[in-house]
């Protein structure tokens, strides 16, 4: 809206005087234009539009002049009222600007002065500088301007006097001020209305080289003062600044300088946001104190000051910025947001107060160095990348310390903090603090290779918490009485070592968890030489762990000593435990060891592990009220070399394959196994004074082995338990030395009694067998109640008082052994059966004890031919290769009524595959020589396998064949462990030294072990054992089966024992060739079609198509019959071709087919006999209803292996 015209207009004119006149401004134009100009003055003329709305251009325009006076003039609803244009030297005075967009706008030119104007109530702006310079505002009022009440832009020097107010405190907005050669002044300025903006009521945006002095800047409640952003070298010295949300405000801005500026405000005085690099001087106050800044010195000392006004900066009350070297001494630092805030510098506080901060201390790079000095009531007490802390006392902080690098933290007290102490970073060293009563944790460890030595941790929820971190190193702590952990280790740490401290009492406000140390999750840890004592749950409690090492500890007087769930590799090793419950307890856990430990318990047990594997207790002094040791569901376990003092010794409790070696056991039972335990093995022990040594209750497989029993009630205990072996031991003095109740099939073997009561006592047992012992001074030998086959063998009794007693229907037999007939009792029907040999078949006697005290015998011719005894024995010989032989020297048989002759027997005997020769005499005349039979071997009748043991008979190198064998025993005997085995011989020679290449690698010639096909172990009725393998191409297999009973006996007898000709296995699939209707062959195709139109090429056996299970709608007209014959083709190794017809039958048939037609099978459905097809008329599908084939003969065309998916799923051929 520039004209070059007005109302009155001057060009290039001088010396001229415009006054006295009352204007209107055009509508376009000036009131008054002046354009090249000089020395001309303007005064006392009005300028008023009577219009309502701002038109024209300006009231007073000058373009291009100098030395302009304009004066007592008053202008009203223009564009601007006084607007100069690259006019210089202008004087205006007294000049008034109503109601237009610009009061006063200058753009370009430089050094008017505006003196005793006023600029209000316009619609933009009472002043607007714009790249103008050096010009001068004073005593200058600018009321109720619409935007702003003064803007200045540009990059010249202007200064803004003396007593220039806005009354209605619109902002002071200047943008891109900067000053060239100088600066830009702003002085005297007084800003006092409330609540005038959210930024600055003077606003400094992307400026430079601006002072702005003696400025009064009060109560902008939502904003500052002064706001500066994005600017560089602003100088602020003599302001005030009072009642503002911030006093002054630097966002982004650097190289500036503060000095003597006073700051009351409502929450900074000073906020500094982004560069630091600013000069804060002395004598500046901030809600009635002085702030202190110090940016690039060398060395700086600050002592003696006392900041206590609270929110007085977003730095602190004393702030370092890359100083060298700077001292706080004996300072009172409280309430601000930082008491001391460092950044790169190396800064020592020492003797002074950090209180109710933000943070006490905060610092990001350099070095703090903080001695004696109190921390209190911080929301971070110290904070700092590398720091070194002594003898401080730091209380009522949220965070006490937060540590990240290289700091150490020593001698000082940490009190009533939230947490204690907070590592994050690495290599720092926590040495000699007392750390007491923390909401939190008393030290939270985060990194990696920190030094926690020499604390006292007290009083805290949690005591010390390390959370992951490689390489740290708990050492020489005393850790009291925290609520939940002493120590607790979370995440993941890594090589963590714990050792040399103390821990007392912690856990006490969690009773279901809390202890002395608390693992979890973690790795590689050693804990040694740790102190553990009165713990509310357990000393150490493990769990989801790996690699732990417990090494030299003491604990004392907590429930239990070390608890672990769900670890692994725990060692306990050289620990001191004497716990109220129970010392070591495991669940779950596996390859644990306790090793050379001493294990007290106030309670049940010294050790208790539950559902373990791999279980070691050894070398250690164990003692309990109940068990020493205790296992529940432990498998692979040993406990050796312990010395236990409990009720029970050890005890364990559904437990399988543990050894217990070496132990020295007082206690009432010194080791009992139960409730289902299998297969564990004791030995090497010595048990005396004990009511029962060995207690084994409804357990299988227990094995005793090369102990010694003295003086015990009991030595060994056995209670409805099945199959075990007590060896090699010796029993002394003993009441009863090995007594049984409801057991079967244990033996007692190689044992020495001497000074017992009762060697061996069964109680309605069966099988029970001594065997090889020795007896010294010994009551009975044998007392038998009820029972049978209970045996005695290998064994010289003439020096015990009775070698057997037998009582309510007993029934023992007497192997090779030496007695008298005085040394047997026989009571209510028992039996006593004296026997020279096991293992022989087909030869009995039966007898019945007559009145007289005869025998009954009844006569068997075999008898007589004893060399017949034997025939048909495979091979006809012992396990040593001699052949078993029987003769009586000397027998006279005699009616029913009558006695016999004493008989004298020799024998070679077979017992556990070793062969014996017997010279056995006896004057006794109850003589019994039982019937012991082989086993058999029969093929099993089912499918497939009704007269061979193999299936399928035809198949290829990727085809699996199984193997079955129908195994029977007339005396109800299982194989012998590792057989029935089946012979292969891949290349029919005969022999089983063939190695030979296949599918699965190589394949080598021999017998293989068979295993049960089934859940059925009624070996007498017949069980069916299988084997299962691939085979190399070849079509000379043959096989034959083999087996001995448990007895070492071998089969004899059965078709499977012989070679028999095995399966053809090919090198490719087989294909069905073609299939013959009625005479006419047609071609068979091996290709599928898919439910979804596609075809399969190549399909053969072992190949897997799937359909979609639908039955197919096909149309019915009158059948004709046809013969249906298919045949195969298959190639072996060789190149030669073989024909062979699979099945020939008679069938209806849809449809007809000539010679020129092919037929593709589909599918066979085996439980309908269908036979579906498609011919070259691909739309019609053909269905053969088998109507003649024999049971079974489907097979070989397709089998179907999952009948549960219809016809969906199925094997060609």
Known sequence: MVSTIGKITLVNSSGVRITGNDLANPPFGSSILLVGCSNVEVGNNTINNSSSEVSGDAGVKAIACRNLTVHDITIQRVYAGVFLVDTNGTVLQNVTSLRCEYGLRIEGGRENRINYSGFSDNNIAGIVLSDTSRNRINLTIMNGNGKYGFFIEGDYDNEIGQDCTVENEKVYYLNRLAGVGGHVRITGLTLTKPRVSNVGKVTLVNSRNVTISGCVLRNNEFGSGLFVLGSHDIRLFDNEMSGNHRGISLVDTNASTLSNNSMDSIRYGLYVEGRFDNWIHLNNTANAEAIHYYYGNASVNVSGLNLTRKRVSNVGKVTFVEVGRASVTGCLLANGTAGVMTVNSTVNVTSSTLRSNRWGMWGIGGRLDVRDTDVVGNDVGLSAGEILVDDCRITGNGIGVQCLNRSIVGNSTINGNDLGILVEGGGNLLLANRVANSTGASIDLRGDGNRIMNNTCLRNEFGIVVRGGENNVVSGNVIRRNGNFGLRMKGDPHNLTIEDNTFVGNGFSNPFMGSGIFISGAANLTIGRNRLYWHEYSDVLIQYTRNITLE?????????????????????????????????????????????????????????????????????????????????????????????????GIDLVVCRRNSVWWNDIDAGVGVRVRTGSEDNVLGHMDLDNMTTAILIEDSNGTVVRNSTFSDNAVDIRIDEAVGGLIGGSAFHRSDVAVSAYRSTDFEVGDCRFQDVGVAVEVIECDRIAVRSGTAGEVGEFLRAEQGYKNAVYDTDLSGVSVAVNLTYAAEAIFINVTFEDDQIVINDMSILYIMNYLRVRLLYFDLTPLKDGGVKVTEDDTVRYRSTLFGGLDPDTDARGETPWFTVAYATYRNDSKDFPP???????????????????????????????????????????????????????????????????????????????????????????????????????????????????????????????????????????????????????????????????????????????????????????LSNGTYVNGFGRGDVAVWDGGERNVSVSVPSNRTISLLIDWSTSGSAEIRSSVGTWMAPFVGNLTDSDFVEVLKYEAGAHRLCALTNDTATIYEAINTSVPSGTEAFLYDAINASLRDGRHHIL
């Not at 500890?553 to 435990?577: D, F, R």
């Not at 012991?932 to 499918?943: A, H, Q, S, Y």
């Not at 079509?1035 to 083999?1042: A, K, P, V």
């Not at 448990?1046 to 060739?1073: C, I, K, Q, W, Y």
């Open 552 to 648: 030299g500890c003491q604990m004392n007087g907590t429930p239990t000593g070390i608890k672990t769930y769900y670890a692994q590799e725990v060692h306990v090793l050289n620990c001191s435990i004497d716990a109220d419950g129970w010392g070591v307890e495991s669940y779950e856990s596996e390859d644990m060891e306790v090793l050379n430990s001493s294990i007290t318990s106030g309670g049940d047990f010294a050790v208790w592990f539950q559902f373990s594997r791999r279980t070691v207790i050894e070398g250690n002094d164990l003692a309990a009220n109940i068990s020493g040791v205790r296992f529940t569901a432990v498998r692979d376990g040993r406990v050796g070399n312990n010395t236990i003092s409990a009720s029970v």
């Open 903 to 1089: 008989v004298n027997v020799s024998a070679r005997f077979l017992f556990w595959n070793d062969s014996r020769a017997v010279n056995m005499s006896t004057t006794h005349t109850e003589v019994f020589i039982t019937n012991i039979t082989p086993p058999r071997l029969n093929w099993t009748g089912e499918d497939d396998y009704g007269d061979d043991g193999v299936g399928p008979d035809i198949g290829n190198a990727t085809q699996y064949f199984e193997f079955r064998v129908l195994y029977t025993d007339p005396n109800g005997d299982p194989p012998l462990e590792g057989e029935p085995l089946v012979w292969i011989d891949v290349d029919g020679d005969g022999q089983f030294n063939g190695s030979f290449g296949f599918a699965n690698g190589t394949f080598e010639e021999g017998g293989f072990t068979m295993t049960r096909a089934g859940s059925s172990t009624n070996h007498a009725e017949g069980v069916v054992y299988r084997f299962i393998t691939r085979l190399p191409v070849s079509d000379r297999i043959q096989y034959r089966f083999s087996t001995r009973d448990s007895r070492g006996l071998p089969a004899t007898e059965g078709d499977p024992l012989t070679f028999h000709p095995g399966p053809l296995v090919l090198s490719g699939n087989l294909t069905v060739s073609s299939v013959t209707i009625d005479g006419l062959t047609v071609n068979l195709h091996s290709r599928l079609l």
